[in-house]
């Protein structure tokens, strides 16, 4: 019998805020334990929450660039359960009306063309148990509650998903949508990005879906492709050989490539969902969606598609150049400014990507100008100096903060372009090198590569390229 895997996600994205969801508290990662809390995030008596308003209108940003619908007005609610990480004993989340409802992703490279949405609502984040790194981590578990009450959205999306891959490029193409509205920061490994899989199997044909099984807490997009592959084959096996799938929550463990079994799955009656007395209904007017759209940057999608018909790149290189909103921008002012936009794409997509890689810097972090970039490309472009000697003058432009021009100048790296200067060093490389000289006049035109560069040799890089060409050529025709 063949079966069909279905798959939902739900998506955990911290809101990039400065403080908590409710209160004043610092929302930033690595202090040191329990020092970002207060006494509303640590659910004290008579402690009062208070809705942090950037974070609503972060939540509604993400909902308006997935084609959501936000609603006019939405309900916090409390989700009782009990947990160290929970100091309240329930976390302040949404249910029956969340902020947003439906919408969809294109993806893009994905084996499933769209994914639908459910829903996007809001909550606050848990705090966090400690398992290990303690000298008594085998007996004890220590709780840092500086996570407790970080801004979330959940996206929940429709079972449209068939299989660990396509489960895997729809998650990435959502981070760098979240990551580009700059309402996430994407960072899986702190755990601001987190998905949780479910995942169930049917017969083909079948309408009716199967048992599900939620892997939690999957913090990359490979480990999201193999767990969910792994509960996809696990879930057949078991029905295979007579078996029934239990609905339960798992979790994937990255050092066996297995998911374990970790509670039986709650049904939303079990968290006893009601309204939080403790907070008002939250309503969103056309006013104010109309106001946070007016102040979203293009997304990624339709800038890819501009660069191809604008600018004419290639699919790869719009790809590329739209990793986030800085490095497209960057590109843009440099190709302006250089008034070569495939040069301007090739030194970005090369050199200046490149040199971030090696040094961890992202592209905040250049110290080039845009338009000092431009100006090493007009070098290249005048005949000034070469491709090879541009990348060397980058190099010296990033670390000083000089410009092409000072460089090239002080330093000497000027191209050769006087004929009679090369006509004088082409001469003195076929004097030295008779058999390659017999060889190409024999015939074996190969050696002509190996001439041309014994004459850049011996003009130190310097010479123009194409008049070096030229005067070798006529030197070694013209003379046969």
Same mark, same amino acid.
């Given at each position: 019998m063949k079966y069909e895997p279905v798959i939902g996600l739900?998506? #955990?994205?911290? +809101?990039?805020?400065?403080t908590k969801i409710f209160c004043g508290c610092s929302t930033a990662y690595g202090a040191a334990p329990n020092t970002h809390v207060c006494p509303v995030c640590l659910g004290m008596p008579g402690a009062l929450?208070? +809705?942090?308003?950037? *974070?609503v209108d972060y939540a509604i940003r993400a909902a308006t660039a997935l084609g959501c619908e936000v609603q006019p007005v939405s309900v916090f609610a409390r989700k009782n359960y009990f947990y160290p990480d929970l100091p309240k004993g329930y976390q302040i989340s949404q249910y029956e009306q969340p902020l947003a409802l439906g919408g969809g992703l294109d993806v893009v490279g994905g084996?499933?063309? #769209?994914v639908g949405l459910t829903r996007i609502h809001m909550e606050e984040d848990a705090g966090k148990s400690l398992h290990e790194g303690f000298v008594d981590?085998?007996?004890r578990t220590y709780v840092d509650y500086n996570r407790g009450g970080v801004p979330l959205i959940e996206i929940v999306t429709e079972p449209d998903m068939r299989s660990g891959a396509g489960a895997a490029a729809f998650f990435s193409q959502l981070r760098d949508i979240l990551v580009w509205l700059d309402v996430n920061d994407g960072n899986m490994e702190e755990g601001s990005l987190r998905c949780d899989a479910n995942v169930s199997v049917r017969p083909v044909g079948?309408?009716?879906f199967g048992t599900k099984a939620e892997v939690k807490n999957v913090n990359s997009f490979r480990y999201v492709q193999k767990a969910i592959e792994y509960e996809i084959d696990r879930q057949i096996e078991l029905l295979e050989n007579g078996g029934t799938v239990v609905q339960e929550t798992r979790l994937w463990d990255s050092a066996t490539g297995r998911t374990m079994s970790m509670r039986s799955k709650e049904e939303a009656h079990d968290y006893r969902y009601?309204? $939080?007395p403790d907070l008002p209904p939250l309503v969103v007017s056309d006013e104010r969606v109309a106001a946070v759209r007016a102040t979203? &940057?293009?997304?990624? $999608? *339709?800038?890819?598609?501009?660069? =191809?018909?604008? @600018?004419?790149?290639?699919? @790869?290189?719009?790809? =590329? +150049?739209?990793q986030s909103v800085g490095l497209a921008d960057y590109f843009e002012q440099v190709a302006a400014t250089a008034g070569n936009v495939k040069a301007a794409s090739n030194w970005v997509m090369g050199e200046v990507l490149r040199t971030l890689n090696d040094r961890g810097n992202t592209i905040e972090d250049? &110290?080039? *100008?845009p338009d000092a970039l431009a100006g090493l490309i007009g070098l290249v472009d005048k005949g000034t100096i070469s491709s090879s000697t541009a990348k060397d003058v980058f190099a010296r432009m990033y670390d000083s903060g000089r410009s092409a021009d000072d460089i090239v100048a002080t330093d000497g790296l000027a191209q050769i372009g006087d004929e009679s200067a090369l006509l004088s060093i082409v001469r003195q490389v076929l004097e030295s090198h008779g058999d390659a000289v017999a060889q190409y006049r024999a015939g074996k035109t190969a050696t002509f590569g190996f001439l041309v560069g014994q004459v850049m040799k011996a003009s130190k890089g310097k010479g123009n390229p194409k008049l070096i060409n030229g005067i070798l050529r006529r030197e070694l025709d013209g003379a046969a």
């Amino acid at each position: 019998m063949k079966y069909e895997p279905v798959i939902g996600l739900e998506i #955990h994205a911290q +809101l990039r805020t400065r403080t908590k969801i409710f209160c004043g508290c610092s929302t930033a990662y690595g202090a040191a334990p329990n020092t970002h809390v207060c006494p509303v995030c640590l659910g004290m008596p008579g402690a009062l929450p208070v +809705l942090n308003r950037q *974070a609503v209108d972060y939540a509604i940003r993400a909902a308006t660039a997935l084609g959501c619908e936000v609603q006019p007005v939405s309900v916090f609610a409390r989700k009782n359960y009990f947990y160290p990480d929970l100091p309240k004993g329930y976390q302040i989340s949404q249910y029956e009306q969340p902020l947003a409802l439906g919408g969809g992703l294109d993806v893009v490279g994905g084996d499933t063309p #769209h994914v639908g949405l459910t829903r996007i609502h809001m909550e606050e984040d848990a705090g966090k148990s400690l398992h290990e790194g303690f000298v008594d981590s085998s007996r004890r578990t220590y709780v840092d509650y500086n996570r407790g009450g970080v801004p979330l959205i959940e996206i929940v999306t429709e079972p449209d998903m068939r299989s660990g891959a396509g489960a895997a490029a729809f998650f990435s193409q959502l981070r760098d949508i979240l990551v580009w509205l700059d309402v996430n920061d994407g960072n899986m490994e702190e755990g601001s990005l987190r998905c949780d899989a479910n995942v169930s199997v049917r017969p083909v044909g079948q309408q009716r879906f199967g048992t599900k099984a939620e892997v939690k807490n999957v913090n990359s997009f490979r480990y999201v492709q193999k767990a969910i592959e792994y509960e996809i084959d696990r879930q057949i096996e078991l029905l295979e050989n007579g078996g029934t799938v239990v609905q339960e929550t798992r979790l994937w463990d990255s050092a066996t490539g297995r998911t374990m079994s970790m509670r039986s799955k709650e049904e939303a009656h079990d968290y006893r969902y009601f309204p $939080e007395p403790d907070l008002p209904p939250l309503v969103v007017s056309d006013e104010r969606v109309a106001a946070v759209r007016a102040t979203m &940057p293009e997304l990624p $999608e *339709a800038r890819r598609r501009r660069f =191809v018909a604008s @600018y004419g790149l290639p699919d @790869y290189d719009a790809g =590329v +150049l739209t990793q986030s909103v800085g490095l497209a921008d960057y590109f843009e002012q440099v190709a302006a400014t250089a008034g070569n936009v495939k040069a301007a794409s090739n030194w970005v997509m090369g050199e200046v990507l490149r040199t971030l890689n090696d040094r961890g810097n992202t592209i905040e972090d250049v &110290p080039l *100008a845009p338009d000092a970039l431009a100006g090493l490309i007009g070098l290249v472009d005048k005949g000034t100096i070469s491709s090879s000697t541009a990348k060397d003058v980058f190099a010296r432009m990033y670390d000083s903060g000089r410009s092409a021009d000072d460089i090239v100048a002080t330093d000497g790296l000027a191209q050769i372009g006087d004929e009679s200067a090369l006509l004088s060093i082409v001469r003195q490389v076929l004097e030295s090198h008779g058999d390659a000289v017999a060889q190409y006049r024999a015939g074996k035109t190969a050696t002509f590569g190996f001439l041309v560069g014994q004459v850049m040799k011996a003009s130190k890089g310097k010479g123009n390229p194409k008049l070096i060409n030229g005067i070798l050529r006529r030197e070694l025709d013209g003379a046969a």
